[in-house]
């Protein structure tokens, strides 16, 4: 079936504008996660939807960054006044029931 | 919460050879433990994982142990081939919960 979808794949803003990256899970995945991967480090953890419960939002680095998954299904992640250290790549993952998580191919964002 | 330590950060192994890479963590909870690979420019992809309430996990070339007491669980690649080469992560969770990546590991085949 369908892997998770993210969009878009390259977004070059200016510092200072607002971006959306957009993440579509796997059909009945009912855990969605965002990470943030600079060039060549790890994953860095942002935020955590489970069903309907309130979002774990421990990993967002600032006030500007914020998260929405509407219907449980689709989440936009929103980054207010980029900055220049904002650009990495946005990977979303979502998982099933059981544990395994599995990756979308991520956005590159570039923040000039 | 959770942390996760791995090591190396690079390791360069000749074609054919081994690769073990291992990792740490500290919270006693954490109940899976996956292991993923990511190619350059590519998104990690799930290789092998384990639950709790196992202590070793083969899938062809590929295995991982698990060491509940001491908290580390390892990567093990055996006849390594260069397609082998990319970065992999190790990270634990508790069932339901967030996942807690290592920093990863760099890896280099060499033909």
């Known amino acids: 079936g369908a892997g998770v979808s993210q969009s878009p794949s390259n977004k070059v803003t200016e510092k200072g504008k607002d971006v959306e990256l957009r993440c579509d899970p796997i059909?009945?995945?009912?855990?969605l996660y965002w990470y943030r991967q600079s060039l060549g480090q790890g994953l860095e953890f942002l935020i955590y939807?489970?069903?309907?419960?309130?979002?774990?939002k421990s990993g967002l680095p600032s006030d500007r960054f914020s998260a929405e998954r509407t219907g449980g299904s689709v989440s936009t992640l929103t980054i207010q006044r980029t900055q220049q250290e904002d650009s990495a790549v946005y990977l979303c993952?979502?998982?099933?029931?059981?544990?395994?998580?599995?990756f979308g191919p991520g956005t590159r964002l570039t923040v000039l | 919460g959770e942390n996760v330590e791995q090591h190396p950060s690079t390791l360069s192994v000749q074609e054919g050879d081994s690769a073990v890479i291992k990792c740490t963590y500290s919270?006693?909870?954490?109940?899976?433990f996956p292991w993923y690979k990511q190619e350059l420019g590519k998104r990690p992809q799930l290789i092998i994982d384990?639950?709790?309430?196992?202590g070793e996990k083969k899938d062809q070339r590929i295995a991982v142990t698990l060491n509940k007491t001491a908290k580390h669980f390892s990567l093990h690649i055996t006849e390594t081939q260069p397609e082998d080469s990319a970065v992999y992560f190790c990270?634990?969770?508790?069932?339901?919960?967030?996942?807690?990546f290592g920093t990863g590991t760099s890896l280099t085949v060499i033909p």
């Open positions: 384990i639950r709790s309430n196992v």
């Open positions: 919270d006693s909870a954490s109940n899976y």
């Open positions: 939807f489970q069903g309907n419960s309130a979002p774990d």
């Open positions: 059909s009945g995945h009912t855990a």
């Open positions: 993952a979502t998982r099933q029931s059981v544990d395994t998580q599995y």
């Open positions: 990270a634990a969770s508790t069932t339901g919960n967030q996942f807690y």
